[in-house]
């Protein structure tokens, strides 16, 4: 037997060299100076969350401090000189990414040709030339990318200042969405960064900070996320304004979610769903429309002394409007079909029953206030226990175990996950090469990975909806393609930390030593140790065709599968 000390939420501080005395000094500043220490538990105090979950940033003029479309687990607070928010879009280069570009028809058919380059070779100029527009400095995980010339970005751009005091970064870290400006210093500045974690202890407890941050968000997110939403574009501005007023944020199960799943998958099948907090549960009365903001929740019904996955909800789905449709209806009275649990994280918005019965669907059951095709079908209740939507019951016509499969590995999180059925597939090895001749010899994905039956599901990146891998990428080079969406690396500003690769739950992003024209290593001045990129599968982004692997597989053995927002191409592959 073995005897370990459990892990505790202190084990890895934000900032190992914090000090007590920088503790000291933040708390004697507002507005940490006004927060009440007994307002806090005891296993997570005031003064532990301070010490524990920020560190301290100095910062030059003109240095990055978030870029837009990032990914962020933190927030920051101006303790002193100022920032400037870029409210419309910098060039990808100022970023620290790749300008977009495909490449041309005939440097496309050179490929085929192109067999000098060996393993992992890079043209040591990408290294050397410096970029007009910007720098970096520093190193390690401390590595900035900072602006050259700031004047001209503040002539050619429209900003906003905020100085000493305020906070910035909030939402984007409560909810792991997409950073919406990038923020660069204003001069030198000092600035607190404040990890989730801590975020959500000082959120729960100050009930100031929670009211400011959610006013935030219903300022300049939740009335757009709501518009998104087909049954609530009818609405009258005054209407919408009701509706985001009402509305509340909830979260459920755990923010950095990668850093445990592959220990839940591989636990007992029947105490996984213990891991997964139940948001909302059948049988029960439907108190709100669900709205999930972000991450993934599975649903489920129960089947015989378990449950059974029906479902999987991401970023943009609904659940609880067929039962409020039904009960507004005033014919056979139901609670909620099906349990909803998080997997993992999960980030929603519960608008209640009441205020969708009065602004969404309207007082009068002949004459609602939407278009009748947004209704659903009725629910037939003696058949609820057998009964599922029309979409739920679309996606079932996978394999139940499939189905469990793809969730219980968390593929559903992946927008172009490779499959590969080995049934059809003859080991020709025509993917490998075609996806070599694309990326200058080197293939960018493994023919390796977990398998259900005859599917297997390749190393290869998924390009997620939820990319857990471009949280602290210090440089920016990891970053979504700004037309396309495309998960990529920029290889010139990869300074080979690992910090994707580490956080990629799924192995597919790989650390690579590079090689000059020669075959030798290209070696870092400083250490004389081989340089480090990071490398993965960028769905041939500057290819004409797309993705090389698939459009090379003679048998249609391989498909790039957006099992996220459309499941029906897995279906249609599988079945035909």
Same mark, same amino acid.
């Given at each position: ?5 459990? +892990? ?105 040709? #192109? ?28 590595? @900035?990318?900072?602006?050259?010339? /700031? ?177 507004? @209806? ?51 209740? +003696? ?47 025509? =993917? ?55 998960? /990529? ?7 080979? =930390?690992?910090?994707?690769? #580490? ?13 000059? $024209? ?6 870092? @001045? ?13 769905? =041939? ?14 048998? $249609?053995?391989?498909?790039? /599968? ?15």
């Amino acid at each position: 037997m073995e005897v370990i000390t459990r +892990p505790q939420r202190w084990d890895n501080p934000f900032d190992p060299d914090m000090t007590n005395a920088a503790v000291d000094r933040l708390l004697a500043i507002p507005p940490f100076s006004r927060m009440d220490p007994a307002k806090f538990s005891p296993a997570a105090p005031l003064r532990s969350i301070i010490h524990n979950d920020t560190r301290i940033g100095q910062y030059q003029h003109g240095d990055i401090i978030v870029r837009e479309g990032d990914y962020g687990n933190s927030a920051f607070f101006i303790i002193s000189g100022a920032v400037r928010v870029v409210i419309d879009d910098l060039p990808a280069s100022v970023l620290g990414r790749r300008e977009p570009r495909h490449k041309s028809f005939v440097e496309v058919l050179a490929q085929v040709w #192109n067999t000098r380059k060996g393993i992992e070779v890079r043209d040591l100029a990408a290294y050397t030339t410096p970029s007009p527009a910007g720098g970096s400095r520093g190193d390690g995980a401390r590595t @900035r990318i900072f602006l050259q010339d /700031v004047p001209a970005v503040l002539s050619e751009h429209k900003t906003v200042r905020l100085e000493a005091g305020e906070f910035f970064g909030e939402i984007a870290a409560l909810g792991r969405t997409p950073r919406t400006a990038t923020v660069f210093a204003d001069g030198e500045a000092e600035l607190l960064e404040i990890r989730w974690q801590g975020l959500r202890d000082l959120r729960s407890r100050v009930e100031e900070l929670k009211l400011y941050i959610d006013q935030l968000y219903r300022e300049r997110s939740l009335k757009v996320h709501l518009q998104e939403t087909p049954i609530f574009r009818h609405l009258s501005e005054e209407d919408l304004t009701e509706v985001v007023n009402q509305t509340v944020f909830e979260t459920y199960g755990h923010f950095d979610w990668h850093a445990s799943y592959k220990t839940i998958v591989e636990g007992r099948a029947a105490g996984r769903l213990d891991d997964e907090p139940i948001i909302a549960e059948e049988g029960h009365y439907p108190n709100g429309l669900i709205l999930i903001r972000s991450g993934f929740a599975r649903v489920s019904q129960r089947f015989g002394h378990g449950h059974r996955t029906l479902s999987y909800l991401g970023r943009g789905h609904a659940y609880g409007f067929d039962e409020i449709v039904q009960n507004w @209806r005033q014919v056979n009275q139901v609670p909620l079909q099906y349990t909803l649990r998080a997997l993992g994280y999960v980030d929603v918005l519960l608008v209640p029953t009441p205020v969708i019965e009065r602004y969404v669907l309207g007082p009068d059951r002949d004459a609602p206030l939407i278009p009748r095709s947004l209704l659903p079908p009725p629910i037939t209740v +003696p058949e609820a226990a057998t009964t599922s939507h029309p979409e739920q019951e679309r996606r079932r016509r996978i394999d139940d175990d499939f189905l469990e499969f793809l969730v219980e590995n968390r593929f559903i999180n992946g927008t172009a996950t490779m499959v590969i059925n080995l049934d059809r597939c003859t080991r020709c090895d025509d =993917c490998v090469r075609a996806c070599a001749a694309t990326h200058d010899n080197n293939p960018r994905f493994l023919r390796h990975g977990p398998q259900f039956g005859p599917y297997l599901v390749a190393h290869a990146c998924m390009h997620c909806a939820d990319p857990v891998c471009m949280i602290g990428c210090p440089t920016g080079a990891i970053h979504r393609d700004a037309f396309q969406g495309q998960v /990529v690396i920029n290889d010139a500003t990869c300074i080979g =930390c690992a910090t994707c690769a #580490n956080s990629c739950p799924y192995q597919n992003i790989r650390m690579v030593e590079v090689r000059n $024209d020669h075959g030798a290593f290209i070696l870092d @001045r400083t250490t004389n140790l081989p340089i480090v990129k990071a490398t993965k599968c960028d769905l =041939c982004i500057d290819q004409m065709g797309g993705p090389a692997c698939q459009r090379a597989c003679p048998h $249609d053995a391989l498909r790039r /599968v957006d099992l996220h927002n459309d499941p029906e191409s897995l279906i249609t592959w599988i079945s035909r």
